[in-house]
């Protein structure tokens, strides 16, 4: 398949935005109780990556043409960062994200994909982000979490994405908050600060867990704890370098090395439990 420009992407440098994470006002690691984990959905307990992969591929066999279906996976994911942080910073009127991920596709496909693609179809596809795999440690990890506090996640995804999503993965939650009690997106205040309301808990006995750290970042600067848990298979392989390149867009590599002082930092769900149940051993003694 022929190269074709990248799709515009928004501009706005980050030290222009309007909503900024603020100093880590996270609690130190065991002076506080932890009553709830939140947890980052799309990337942090679900792969996208592989599951866009064999979608794309199986449009393209089906079409008869060739794509490169890992690189749409990968540009549909960071299309749907965009799109939501930007209403987020914008203050837009709220919408369903399936809607904003149909808009993305459509461009997407529109621009890259080299066969005409129906409404139906669209439709249809939209739908594989309620049929994400979970990564392999997701399940086990978030039932032993379980056993220490309430999970749930803060995500984009909106309460029908992440029922579905639950059904599909076997997730365990206890409740679904994110995008859908607060009516807005992540990195918007509300969404960290509402989600913690609904639980009737302050945020710094909420432990936001997330393999992007400028998630962290901003739940930190509300004074949540955090956890950083690494996925370093989330683009099929590509690692953001531990001293990146300035001026470098970085959001297609996984974070595997800290930028911040997290409250936790793990491999996976299960080793974050036991550093978890440690912790929560070492404050009640």
């Known amino acids: 398949m022929a190269t074709t420009p990248p799709l515009p992407t928004p501009e706005g440098p980050a030290h222009r935005l ?16 932890i009553r709830a984990f939140f947890f980052d959905t799309y990337g942090t307990v679900c792969d996208f990556y592989q599951p866009f992969r064999r979608t794309f591929d199986r449009l393209a066999r089906a079409k008869g043409v060739a794509c490169d279906a890992g690189l749409l996976g990968i540009e549909w994911r960071n299309a749907y960062v965009r799109a939501t942080f930007l209403d987020a910073l914008s203050g837009a009127a709220f919408r369903p994200l399936k809607a904003i991920q149909r ?55 909106n309460f029908d994405d992440m029922v579905h999503l639950a059904r599909h993965a076997s997730l365990p939650w206890d409740i679904i908050v994110g995008s859908s009690v607060a009516r807005a997106y992540k990195p918007h205040p509300t969404i960290y600060l509402e989600s913690a309301a609904a639980l009737c808990l302050p945020p710094e006995h909420v432990c936001m867990v997330a393999a992007h750290q400028v998630d962290l970042q901003f739940a930190a600067g509300h004074g949540m ?61």
Do not use: H
């Open 103 to 157: 808009e993305n596709l459509a461009a997407l496909l529109a621009a890259r994909f080299p066969a005409p693609v129906s409404a139906e179809e669209l439709d249809d596809l939209t739908a594989v982000w309620n049929q994400l795999d979970a990564w392999p440690d997701s399940v086990p990890g978030l039932t032993a979490l379980k056993e220490l506090a309430v999970i749930a996640p803060l995500s984009n995804g």
């Open 225 to 285: 704890q955090t956890a950083f848990v690494t996925r370093p298979e989330e683009f099929g392989g590509a690692i953001k370098p531990k001293d990146p390149q300035p001026g470098v867009d970085y959001l297609s590599a996984a974070e595997v090395f800290p930028e911040g002082e997290w409250t936790f930092m793990a491999r996976d769900f299960l080793d974050l439990a036991a550093q978890c149940a440690r912790a929560s051993a070492s404050a009640g003694r």
């Open 18 to 33: 309007p909503i900024q994470p603020g100093s880590s006002r996270s609690p130190a690691r065991g002076t506080v109780p």
